[in-house]
């Protein structure tokens, strides 16, 4: 199996009740690798930019609120069947449908405020990675 890139984003609310350390320590212990992280805040238009995707959707505009209302921490992964794994870890993104153990279970308190960002494809992932970092910024390999 191939390596897969897969981007986090620690949100808003994460950072806000400090959870970077646990979070990133149960990223770790599930065997990814960090191949860049970084805190930023985004702008209105960097967080309606990075979610263009859902523009038009009943949730987008809270969703760009949100993500704009505090520091964030965009993390590059890598790992075998990395976006699928990373899914699993975080949760569903209600954390009241998460399984138990998960991130989202553990940590967020709703739908809206679910303390990480996860990307959906592989695709994706490149995609995204690329939103917050450049390839000189990325370590390969964790080294």
């Not at 897969?6 to 959870?19: G, H, N, S």
């Not at 449908?97 to 592989?122: F, M, P, Q, W």
Request: with cysteine; hydrophobic share 40%.
């Amino acid at each position: 199996m191939a390596l897969e890139r897969t981007l986090a984003i620690l949100k808003p609310d994460c950072v806000r009740k400090q959870l970077i350390g646990e979070v990133t320590a149960r990223i770790q212990k599930a065997g990814f690798k960090i191949l860049g992280m970084k805190m930023t805040r985004l702008t209105k238009e960097t967080a309606g930019g990075f979610y263009a995707v859902h523009k038009g959707r009943p949730f987008y505009d809270g969703l760009v609120e949100f993500m704009s209302s505090g520091a964030c921490v965009p993390i590059a992964l890598e790992k075998e069947n990395a976006v699928a794994d990373y899914r699993t870890l975080i949760g569903a993104t209600d954390p009241k449908d998460a399984a138990e153990g998960t991130i989202r279970k553990l940590y967020a308190d709703n739908k809206g405020e679910n303390i990480v960002h996860g990307s959906d494809s592989a695709e994706n992932g490149r995609i995204e990675i690329a939103y917050f970092f450049s390839e000189s910024e990325l370590v390969a390999n964790g080294m």
